[in-house]
């Protein structure tokens, strides 16, 4: 029995946008062909794929990680299990960091515990006359990062490091970081696509403030005179990262709220 593309969206008990992303991952369609080519039949092969993607979703796995990809920054990103998926407030932290970066001269920035990459990926496009270094504790993370410089054709220098531990006393125009901000018994880590995501990744410790306290204090001997720290925290962390950068002797210390109104983003200069 043959089964069409626009039937299938029809009775695919989840979310219609997410059908229309898993189905075009069958079929190799863009959103305008799948719009255009409801008729369009698939074969056994690619009816039980989709099948099997509709039940891993309704089991709640992100779509980022079914689909193997996640848009940040307007770039596609290669997503797997081993790193978070990009999310859209995330953006700020790149809009922030190419404000305070120099754009007179080559600068030196470094992403810590960068993940997939994205945020290294992007400001190394947006900005071709940097040198970025992006570091991760993980191997495979920084594999994953690895890949998506290579799909945007952007140079990372990749380093595996705890922090700034294996960067000796190199110094840096801009230091950007993500790093883990949630606390270990945050109610949050059993909702929605947090459940798949990585541990490490997302858990800083009991009170979700251990890796922002080692970034703030280990940050300014690797930040060059005038350099700046930006990184991303929780909804409820401005207040507290700000005192922290203030006790680590940073000035124009900053916070700047997302789209939703949150206070997400905090730094400081050197």
Known sequence: MTVRAGDLLERADIAP??????????????????????ERELTEAQHRQFQTLVERRRAGEPVAYLTGEREFYSMAMKITPAVLIPRP????????????????????????????????V????????????????SAAALA???????RHGVALALVQSDWFEALGG???????????????????LTDGDVRFEPRQALIAGPTGYECIEKIVAQAPP??????????????????????LLARAGFDAIFSVRDL??????SGGRV
């Open 122 to 137: 992007a400001l190394a496009a947006a900005r071709p006359t940097a040198q970025v270094t992006a570091t991760d504790l």
């Open 89 to 120: 407030e995330t953006e700020l932290l790149v809009d922030l960091a190419l404000e305070r970066a120099p754009q007179e001269r080559a600068c030196a920035v470094l992403d810590l515990a960068t993940g997939s990459g994205c945020v290294a």
């Open 222 to 243: 690797h930040l060059t005179p005038g350099g700046w720290l930006v990184f991303e925290h929780g909804y409820d962390q401005a207040a507290t990262s700000r005192t």
């Open 170 to 188: 190199r110094r840096f125009d801009m230091i950007v970081a993500n790093p883990p901000y949630v606390a270990a018994d945050d109610r949050h």
């Open 260 to 265: 939703a109104g949150i206070e997400r983003v």
């Open 17 to 38: 946008a997410d059908a229309r992303i898993l189905l075009r991952v069958v079929l190799g369609f863009s959103a305008a062909q799948l719009a255009a080519h409801p």
């Open 144 to 150: 994953i990062a690895h890949e998506n410089a290579l």
